[in-house]
């Protein structure tokens, strides 16, 4: 290649998988309106439940804070499609700010949503052993966003360290798709996986998607898959023991 083409390839072309970086995004975002459309157009709890008065305004912070780092990396994906690496780099705190707030924001809102409905029974589980499910899935997030920022300079990390950590917050989402439980929940799958399925297959999937595309293999992507994979299940798992029961009611009084 002359220098001059060098100079003049696109973003795309020289790194193919930004594309599918950018496509990811799009699809989180739409499993996220899908999945909260009673909320966004209603201001309602799934399904079409008012929400909560004691907690509406801790539900609608959540909310908002989730939605908004959905948006934003769906935008620093497209940033990077664009090849405007600087104002990506400019956003870069602002993803820090809304981890800051998510994680915490994520472990008290399960604790207030079973001291106000304790009779809901989710997958099987009561509320206080569904509280293991939005748990581990805020602190997997927390994990994965702390190991992409640590290595925001070392692409084949932080890229699919922060994609990771998107998937981590989507079983809720997803979860919440009319019908889309149903064709996995009595199957071995939703058994082993709980709501986490989906989030798991999307995350196969593009796994598949960018080592055909890239033609190589991203070691710290396989390596952090298995690790969320693993979580899920774990969580599943350890949600309907006595043991988490009892830390989970030691929280919830």
Known sequence: MSTRDARTESPV???????????????LLLVTLLGFQQFYLHGRAYPAH??????????????VVMTTWIVLFLV??????????????TLGP???????????????LPVM??????????????RVHFMAVPMFSILSFGAFVTVGIWNRRRLEIHRPMMLLA?????????????????????SIWGGLFGPFFVPVVIGALFFVANWALTRSFNRWFAGGFVVLAVICAFTMRLAPTHAWEQFATFLVR
């Open 94 to 108: 602002l993803a820090v700010v809304l981890a800051a707030i998510m994680v915490p924001l994520g472990l008290w």
């Open 113 to 126: 949503t079973t001291r106000v409905e304790p009779d809901v029974t989710l997958w099987g589980l009561n």
């Open 76 to 89: 620093q994906c497209l940033l990077i499609v664009g090849g405007n690496r600087r104002l990506h780099m």
């Open 166 to 186: 998107t998937l981590s917050i989507m079983a809720a989402a997803a979860d919440r798709i009319t019908g889309l439980p149903d064709l996995y929940a009595a």
């Open 50 to 63: 008012p929400l909560a008065p004691p907690i509406k305004p801790l539900l609608v912070a959540h909310g």
């Open 13 to 27: 072309r020289s790194d193919p998988a930004r594309l599918l970086y950018a496509a990811a995004a799009v699809v």
